[in-house]
T-cell receptor
Framework: KAGVTQTPRYLIKTRGQQVTLSCSPI?????VSWYQQTPGQGLQFLFE???????NKGNFPGRFSGRQFSNSRSEMNVSTLELGDSALYLC?????????????FGPGTRLTVL | TQLLEQSPQFLSIQEGENLTVYCNSS?????LQWYRQEPGEGPVLLVT?????EVKKLKRLTFQFGDARKDSSLHITAAQPGDTGLYLC?????????????FGAGTQVVVTP
């Protein structure tokens, strides 16, 4: 079974631009969560989607948004990029977003904002 | 603000030595997970503990969940260079935090031959 895939793997943008990242969960998984990983803050939860609905959101500004499609694939968008948005963005999928359900992480998208 | 405190932040040991990583919180978690992450990759789940006092073993790795479900430890026996990586603990809180894991800052482990 294929793992979680994220595209693109690497991205370089400049301040003020916007970016869209994509995540394809493992087949059969309906929950997708997004995390931001930085050296200073570690892994921080962005949001979680299940059945095309955002059910949980972390403490990030409204510039960060996402959506989930009927096939469970998810995208996240960051508008008006800032230097501090440089990070590894990880998505994780699970069959159902319960604590005992394993979250499988993708390899991440490394975003660099210049 | 990290609700999960991991210690130590960095650990460098020789092959064959033992090591323990700690994960502490003032909050109660319904479950706690340990991950290992290697450079350029996403975290890979090692174990999930759910019951207070639970002990799980995975070959040379032993995981323990505190009785009050607020803390956990990871012990590696006879460490090998392949154990090198960033070890992360992550907890899930109340039922309405589905899909949301709170991560510790991580412990970077380096095992030298």
């Amino acid at each position: 079974k294929a793992g979680v895939t994220q595209t693109p793997r690497y991205l370089i943008k400049t301040r003020g631009q916007q970016v869209t990242l994509s995540c394809s969960p493992i087949s059969g998984h309906r929950s997708v969560s997004w995390y931001q990983q930085t050296p200073g803050q570690g892994l921080q939860f962005l949001f979680e989607y299940f059945s095309e609905t955002q059910r949980n959101k972390g403490n990030f500004p409204g510039r960060f948004s996402g959506r989930q499609f009927s096939n469970s694939r998810s995208e996240m968008n960051v508008s008006t990029l800032e230097l501090g948005d440089s990070a590894l963005y990880l998505c994780a999928s699970s069959v159902y977003p319960k604590g005992t359900d394993t979250q499988y992480f993708g390899p991440g998208t490394r975003l660099t904002v210049l | 603000t990290q609700l999960l405190e991991q210690s130590p932040q960095f650990l460098s040991i020789q092959e064959g030595e033992n090591l323990t990583v700690y994960c502490n919180s003032s909050s109660v978690f319904s479950s706690l997970q340990w991950y290992r992450q290697e450079p350029g990759e996403g975290p890979v789940l090692l174990v999930t503990v759910v019951t207070g006092g639970e002990v799980k073993k995975l070959k040379r790795l032993t995981f323990q969940f505190g009785d009050a479900r607020k803390d956990s430890s990871l012990h590696i026996t006879a460490a090998q260079p392949g154990d090198t990586g960033l070890y992360l603990c992550a907890g899930e809180g109340a039922a309405d935090s589905w899909g949301k894991l709170q991560f510790g800052a991580g412990t970077q482990v380096v095992v030298t031959p």
